[in-house]
């Protein structure tokens, strides 16, 4: 069967960058696509883009951190599309500044949206789309930034690192259900990631002159539409890992080489 044609496929952070892209290349394939995201001109703009290419699109304000509001998000799509297919858990925040400067506002935020936000996506969807008994694909963005840990996104690392765990349990868990999993770690994708500031909640800014530094993207910059198609093309494989830039090879080769060493000699 067509992973895409006439499925249904929620993409969290759909209003912009590795979000937008992938709803709009879902939605070519031939799903239905349902956004979910805090920036609702945003959703509005891709929302249109599909329609005016003859698909059909759905845009449901959600604060991934929050689980009622992404049981509600639930609650709509089965209502709307009578059915899930597609999970992709991709909104995602970043703070940049050395573990030994963040603040407890930066962790709330950070955990609440990189890590929760996929966790809440999990508890609202997978019961219903496993009961649905139609199959389906998950697809959960983590980073580079969690299979390699940068100086100075120690916040980020952490919850990236969490999603790349949960998402390698998660391809066994969900073989029985027919159900595959893709964790997408890109390097340096051209998107307004580095503007996160922009979505983070009033009560969870932090105190005045605690802020960090932006540390720049990793590796040769990937358009958003680049990864979006080695997302869909990871869904069709049925392939867990989605790692964008060749560059991220040796980083890792040397990570496995370390641990290798520290075997050996103990
Ligand atoms: N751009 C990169 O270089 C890069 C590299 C590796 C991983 N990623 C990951 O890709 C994912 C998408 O980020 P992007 O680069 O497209 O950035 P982006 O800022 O362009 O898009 C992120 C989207 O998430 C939404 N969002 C933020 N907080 C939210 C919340 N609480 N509830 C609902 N929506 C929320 C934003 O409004 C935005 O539309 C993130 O998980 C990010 O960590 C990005």
Request: contains cysteine; hydrophobic residues 45%.
């Amino acid at each position: 069967m067509d992973p895409f044609a006439n499925r249904v496929a929620v993409v969290t952070g759909g209003a912009s960058g590795i979000g937008r892209a992938l709803a709009l290349a879902l939605a070519r394939e031939g799903a239905r696509v349902i956004l979910a995201d805090l920036d609702e001109p945003g959703m509005a703009q891709v929302a249109d883009a599909i329609e005016a290419g003859g698909g059909q699109a759905l845009a449901v304000r959600t604060d991934l951190a929050d689980l009622g509001q992404v049981q509600a998000l639930a609650e709509r799509a089965w209502v709307s599309f009578g059915a899930v297919h597609i999970l992709c858990n991709n909104a995602g925040v970043s703070v940049s500044g050395g573990l030994e400067t963040a603040t407890y506002q930066d962790w709330q935020w950070v955990i609440g949206v990189n890590l929760w936000g996929v966790i809440h996506g999990l508890l609202a969807f997978l019961p219903r789309m496993i009961a649905q008994q139609q199959g389906g694909h998950i697809v959960n963005t983590a980073s580079m930034a969690g299979l390699i840990a940068s100086q100075g996104l120690g916040v980020y690392n952490t919850t990236k690192y969490a999603v790349v765990g949960l998402s390698e349990t998660l391809v066994k868990d969900l073989r029985p259900y027919g159900i595959g999993v893709s964790v997408l770690c890109p390097m340096g994708v051209a998107t307004e990631i580095l503007t996160s500031e922009r979505n983070r909640p009033p009560a969870l800014q932090n105190p005045v002159g605690t802020k960090g530094e932006p540390v720049p993207l990793m590796g040769p910059t990937l358009t958003a539409e680049e990864v979006a198609a080695q997302v869909l093309a990871a869904i069709r494989a049925n392939r867990l890992y989605v790692i964008t830039h060749a560059e991220g090879l040796e980083p890792l080769r040397r990570r496995f080489q370390r641990m290798e060493r520290a075997i050996l000699d103990s």
